[in-house]
């Protein structure tokens, strides 16, 4: 270890590579991580975290419209947005201390430069400086995929949409899967007119098909356009700043802000893996064991940029899992299967285990269990809104083998339905527990 200046040199300080640091230098190693941007990663940085505080921002403006049926007499109400998005990143300033002082804390040096892999165990950082490592580790995360039209310089992504100086009037999203249907409720929610654009014929592809239908039916209903089948063809840019985007099988449509949601890219550009002898797969991701052990003995790469499952709860365990493996002497594998998910629309989606597409498919004989009923809450305030729960089991056992929700709280309360999934349990265990009275989450025990 001694002819190393680290024991671990991280390439990454997001979610993945800061668990993957603290940990590994908690088991006693020396340890340094370079980012080239701020401590805390996409999820940190400008995803989930900063996302979810604009969800909460952007449902005020129907708690406020419901608080009315409720006897609250609502005075005329404002939004501003430069106040939202500046508490916002201030918040998010505060999370970029508070990770940084994790890793300060356990002896993690943090280098703020880019790095790059040049030799077996050499990283060259942007300064020129070259350090040596027994391991590397590369958790470089992912960037938004732009599909490559004429004109699309011209839009923005969710990167941007944080800093935005006003919301925009007329708003065109690319893509329906997570990013773009959670911006899609933030932005409509503000009182932007937004489109939302798939090339295929199908959002959130993954999620039940039931819980996308009524996804799609409510986001309509709150004013959300759809556009499927359409591919960009390009954006031009009016004298006015407005935009004209050209797409196949629909009519162009002039907006004032286009957002690409379209999927994300493994950050593998400029580190130098082709030089030491690190493989990708076609998509660029790093290719990996079931230890996050590269084809390189002593890199490992994980969360994003190997692009097994993009969520950050993930990348954390993979770091876990690597730190203990190398530096604590616990060889320590992830399990992939049961990851419980949300998209945070509006309403949130939640799901657990197999839709019941793919139940039928690998079980054959399975029972599905539903619930369909509008929220108290929702009856009060005179929503026409209702929330869907589907509860998907194994016919010969009654193993409940995934549960599926839209609704509000919904990824709430399927975080502690998770659990009774992944240990296996029944539909007659949840039969067995009796109700709290009266919550939406008691469905799950009710179902018929
Ligand atoms: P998703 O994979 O969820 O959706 C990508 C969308 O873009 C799909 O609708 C897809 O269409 C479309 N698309 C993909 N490639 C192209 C292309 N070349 N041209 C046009 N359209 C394209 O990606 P997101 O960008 O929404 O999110 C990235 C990842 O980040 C997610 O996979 C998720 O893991 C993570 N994330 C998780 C969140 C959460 O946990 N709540 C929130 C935000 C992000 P099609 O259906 O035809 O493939």
């Not at 640091?21 to 340094?32: F, I």
């Not at 030799?119 to 580790?137: D, M, Q």
């Not at 690319?174 to 249907?181: D, E, K, Q, R």
Request: aromatic share 8%; glycine share 8%.
């Amino acid at each position: 270890m001694a002819d190393y200046d680290y024991d671990l040199f991280t390439i990454g300080a997001g979610s993945g590579g800061v668990r993957a640091s603290r940990v590994a230098a908690a088991h006693g190693a020396k340890v340094a991580v370079a980012e080239e941007y701020r401590v805390g990663g996409t999820c940190v940085i400008r995803g989930c975290v900063p996302k979810k505080m604009l969800v909460y921002g952007a449902h005020f403006a129907e708690d406020l419209e419901d608080a009315k049926h409720f006897g609250w007499d609502i005075p005329e109400c404002r939004f501003d947005w430069i106040k939202l998005r500046d508490n916002v990143l201030g918040d998010v300033d505060r999370l970029n201390g508070l990770y940084t002082q994790t890793l300060e804390n356990h002896g993690v040096e943090i280098i703020h430069e880019r790095a790059t892999i040049t030799g077996p165990h050499e990283i060259t950082l942007s300064s020129g400086e070259k350090k040596t490592a027994r391991y590397i580790l590369i958790a470089t995360g992912a960037r938004p995929h732009v599909p490559s039209c004429p004109g699309h310089e011209l839009g923005i992504t969710s990167n941007e949409a944080f800093h935005l100086d006003s919301i925009p009037k007329r708003i065109l999203i690319a893509g329906a899967g997570y990013i773009a249907n959670e911006f899609a409720g933030i932005f409509n929610e503000f009182g932007a007119k937004v489109t939302l654009i798939n090339r295929s014929d199908q959002l959130l592809r993954g999620y039940d098909e039931s819980l996308r239908d009524r996804l799609l039916q409510i986001s309509i209903t709150k004013g959300i356009d759809f556009r499927f089948n359409a591919e960009f063809r390009r954006i031009e840019k009016n004298a006015d700043g407005s935009l004209v985007v050209h797409m196949t099988n629909h009519e162009p449509l002039e907006v004032d802000c286009v957002m690409f949601a379209t999927g994300r890219l493994p950050n593998i550009d400029g580190l130098g893996l082709e030089d030491v002898g690190v493989e990708t797969d076609h998509k660029g991701a790093i290719k990996v064991d079931e230890y996050s052990k590269t084809s390189v003995d002593h890199i490992y790469a994980l969360g994003d940029v190997t692009d097994r499952v993009q969520l950050t709860p993930v990348a954390i365990r993979e770091g876990q899992a690597f730190a203990d493996t190398v530096f604590g002497d616990t060889p320590t594998t992830i399990d992939y299967s049961c990851i419980p998910s949300a998209v945070f629309s509006h309403p949130p989606i939640a799901g657990v285990g197999m839709t019941e597409a793919q139940a039928r498919d690998r079980l054959g004989a399975i029972k599905v269990y539903t619930s369909d009923f509008r929220p108290m809450k929702n009856v009060v305030a005179h929503r026409n809104e209702r929330a869907l729960y589907k509860m998907v089991c194994e016919a010969s056992t009654g193993r409940v083998v995934g549960i599926h929700m839209i609704g509000p709280d919904a990824p709430e309360i399927m975080q502690a339905a998770a659990v009774a999934v992944k240990a296996g349990l029944t539909k007659a265990d949840f039969d067995a527990t009796v109700a709290i009275h009266p919550t939406m989450a008691e469905e799950l025990v009710l179902l018929k």
